[in-house]
């Protein structure tokens, strides 16, 4: 057996018991009868499928993880609303005068967008489209909306086309949005694509400030992540957990809420 079908059988056998698991079979001797191979080999393979993310491990054998659900955007602009105010209000002071900001696509960034309409003369970039709709009628900013597919839920854009763009600026600060922020795995998003975006964004960045509200401070089973950088900044709400902006601080990351920063 060449190496290549060894690899693509590893695949569809890590595959099976993923589905195995979420139809309900979670012990080890099961799953090792269902797919054919040794309880070493089975245990070995949900070690490795939990690293993924893709079930949680327990004793003896294996849970399913909960499915990632992506609210629209009309959906995640009803929720935690005073949160994402207050999170704006700690982000527009680190945005210097004059300054060339890119915003990212979301609800979070979407209320930095309304304060920053005040704060001009800027220049945004921006890839959320509601956000440029928005900044398009300050007169002191000049807004620039990135090319790209329009992702239908967050209404971000990303592909080729945003990538090449974002490669030709240089900006003096980058507000990152997510889906779920965890210090070890990062920035989690629904698609590559989105991460890949987000990546280019924070790379012609002097400086880097992720908006999360506490609800998003988890590592939640969405199926794309991207490394935090120490150099960063997360902005909070008072609500989040002592221990997870512990977990935040001790990898680096400066962390500001509206209570204050570390």
Same mark, same amino acid.
């Given at each position: 057996?060449?190496?290549?079908?060894?690899?693509?059988?590893?695949?569809?056998r890590?595959?099976?018991?993923?589905?195995?698991?979420?139809?309900?079979v979670?012990?080890v001797?099961?799953?090792?009868?269902?797919?054919?191979?040794?309880?070493?080999?089975v245990?070995?393979d949900?070690?490795?499928?939990a690293r993924?993310?893709?079930?949680?491990?327990t004793y003896?054998?294996?849970?399913?993880?909960?499915?990632?659900?992506?609210?629209?955007?009309?959906?995640?602009?009803?929720?935690?609303?005073a949160? /994402?105010? =207050?999170? &704006?209000e700690? *982000?527009?002071?680190? +945005?210097?005068? @004059?300054?060339?900001?890119? #915003?990212? $696509?979301?609800?979070?960034?979407l209320?930095?967008?309304?304060l920053?309409?005040?704060?001009?003369?800027?220049?945004?970039?921006?890839r959320g489209?509601?956000?440029a709709?928005?900044?398009?009628?300050?007169?002191?900013?000049?807004v620039?909306?990135?090319?790209?597919?329009?992702q239908p839920?967050?209404?971000?854009l990303?592909?080729?086309?945003?990538?090449?763009?974002?490669?030709?600026?240089?900006?003096?600060?980058a507000?990152?949005?997510?889906?779920?922020?965890?210090?070890?795995?990062?920035i989690?998003?629904?698609?590559?694509?989105?991460?890949?975006? /987000?990546? =280019?964004? &924070?790379?012609v *960045?002097a400086?880097? +400030?992720l908006? @999360?509200?506490?609800?998003? #401070?988890? $590592?939640?089973p969405?199926?794309?992540?991207?490394?935090?950088?120490?150099?960063?900044?997360?902005?909070?709400d008072?609500?989040?957990?002592?221990?997870?902006?512990?977990?935040?601080?001790?990898?680096?990351?400066r962390?500001?809420?509206?209570e204050?920063g570390?």
């Amino acid at each position: 057996m060449t190496s290549s079908s060894v690899r693509r059988a590893t695949r569809q056998r890590r595959d099976a018991l993923v589905s195995l698991v979420e139809h309900g079979v979670d012990a080890v001797a099961t799953l090792s009868a269902e797919v054919g191979v040794s309880p070493s080999t089975v245990r070995r393979d949900l070690a490795w499928l939990a690293r993924e993310g893709r079930i949680a491990r327990t004793y003896g054998g294996a849970l399913a993880r909960e499915r990632f659900h992506e609210r629209s955007f009309t959906e995640s602009e009803r929720l935690h609303q005073a949160a /994402k105010k =207050r999170i &704006a209000e700690v *982000a527009v002071d680190l +945005v210097p005068d @004059a300054a060339t900001v890119f #915003l990212d $696509a979301g609800t979070t960034c979407l209320a930095l967008a309304r304060l920053l309409a005040t704060r001009g003369p800027r220049t945004v970039f921006t890839r959320g489209l509601e956000a440029a709709a928005l900044l398009a009628k300050a007169p002191d900013v000049e807004v620039v909306l990135l090319g790209g597919r329009v992702q239908p839920l967050s209404h971000g854009l990303v592909g080729p086309l945003a990538a090449l763009a974002l490669d030709r600026l240089a900006v003096d600060v980058a507000f990152l949005g997510a889906d779920a922020v965890d210090p070890a795995r990062g920035i989690g998003e629904p698609t590559h694509d989105e991460t890949a975006v /987000k990546e =280019r964004a &924070a790379a012609v *960045a002097a400086r880097v +400030v992720l908006l @999360a509200d506490s609800s998003k #401070l988890s $590592a939640a089973p969405v199926p794309a992540w991207l490394p935090i950088d120490p150099s960063w900044t997360l902005v909070t709400d008072p609500g989040a957990d002592e221990e997870a902006l512990s977990a935040f601080a001790s990898y680096g990351v400066r962390v500001l809420s509206p209570e204050g920063g570390s």
